[in-house]
């Protein structure tokens, strides 16, 4: 492949990955509507559809693109006739769990195995209704679930699911330390080593006060906040100088003043990065910033934990991005690895490392 290939390709990469975003951060798109905001004709945003829906992640549309119905089954996968039936409990349908759905129905429905998608809220009561509505299937033979391990009394859950006479395995989760969790097997993003690549990547760019910004009730705050810090030490510099905060108000009524406060930090405390959970929070902010006058990548960089929406940003926001469609379709095959080895099956507990997509947002001109 020359050279003028290769870059048209890893460009039509970019550009699907830019449209698969959009579609599961609004549910669907149009694409007369789609085409002039990414820049290109609409024929190559249909192209572009064309490929995802072969790969399975979207269902096309008159004019645009869906997400797949949940129940559905991927065209051209194996029917259950009286095989295997998996259940798995995920907190939304929408905003990061729509890629894991897709890799985990996508693994299903290759092994010809039923999945039963139940949501919850975020909410451990809501996690142990679906959980008993779950077992009261007839056949069910394994369970796939994302409580929120961060709540205080996730430990009693955890040890409710390893007392459990099926497997369970939990997806982009891991039990804290101490917890009764002893037959649990789970598959997850390595958040702490994404916040690792993330702090690398400024350092690279000569930054050494590269700060953290995360929402205070996310499970994975707690690891990237472990793999910033530590980063920062083995690089030698000290973590207690640069900002760490909370970016809760960053996507909500009022959010000025939040964003204001938050360069007002940045400024007080001489951080030139910013590592922002989650992107919508991280283009909000970079939106505020253009606003005040800062050139962004050169006056701050800043990059992004988690890859929804951040390449539609203006600048585009680089980002790290969790392998979630992978995490989806490990969950399922460790879960069937289970049923089909049994006890004799070691206990499997998988991290997978996300990937750094840079962008102008973090790069000097």
Aim: aromatic share 4%; net charge negative; proline share 6%.
């Amino acid at each position: 492949m020359s050279n003028d290939e290769l870059a048209r390709s890893t460009f039509a990469q970019q550009r699907q990955d830019q449209v698969l975003h959009l579609i599961r951060a609004r549910g669907s798109i149009v694409v007369s509507e789609v085409a002039p905001e990414l820049g290109v004709s609409e024929l190559t945003i249909r192209r572009d559809v064309n490929q995802l829906a072969r790969r399975g992640l979207v269902k096309r549309v008159h004019g645009g693109a869906t997400l797949p119905d949940p129940e559905a089954t991927f065209s051209g996968a194996p029917r259950n006739r009286g095989g295997r039936t998996i259940g798995m409990v995920v907190p939304s349908y929408s905003y990061y769990w729509p890629s894991i759905i897709a890799g985990a129905r996508a693994a299903a429905a290759t092994a010809g195995v039923r999945l039963l998608l139940r949501t919850s809220s975020y909410d451990l009561a809501d996690d142990r209704r679906q959980l008993r509505n779950l077992l009261q299937t007839p056949g069910l033979q394994g369970l796939i679930l994302a409580p929120d391990v961060s709540a205080p009394d996730s430990a009693e859950l955890l040890a409710e699911l390893d007392a459990l006479d099926l497997p369970v395995v939990l997806t982009e989760r891991t039990a804290p330390p101490g917890a009764s969790a002893d037959s649990l097997e789970w598959a997850s993003s390595d958040h702490a080593a994404g916040a690792g690549m993330a702090v690398r990547h400024l350092h690279d760019q000569g930054h050494r006060r590269i700060g953290l910004l995360y929402p205070q009730n996310s499970p994975t705050s707690r690891q990237l906040i472990d793999g910033w810090r530590d980063e920062l030490r083995r690089l030698g510099e000290d973590p207690t100088l640069p900002l760490t905060g909370i970016s809760d108000g960053f996507l909500e009524a009022g959010r000025d003043t939040a964003l204001d406060r938050t360069l007002e930090a940045v400024d007080a405390t001489g951080t030139t990065a910013l590592l922002i959970h989650a992107d919508a929070a991280a283009v909000a902010f970079v939106q505020h910033c253009t606003d005040q006058g800062l050139h962004v990548g050169d006056d701050l960089a800043v990059v992004a934990y988690d890859d929804e929406v951040a390449a539609l940003g203006s600048p585009p926001v680089s980002a790290i991005r969790p392998p979630k469609e992978y995490v989806g379709r490990l969950t399922v095959e460790l879960l069937l690895a289970r049923l089909n080895e049994g006890s004799q099956r070691p206990v499997h507990r998988v991290r997978i490392g996300p990937e750094l997509h840079v962008r102008e947002s973090s790069v000097r001109c």
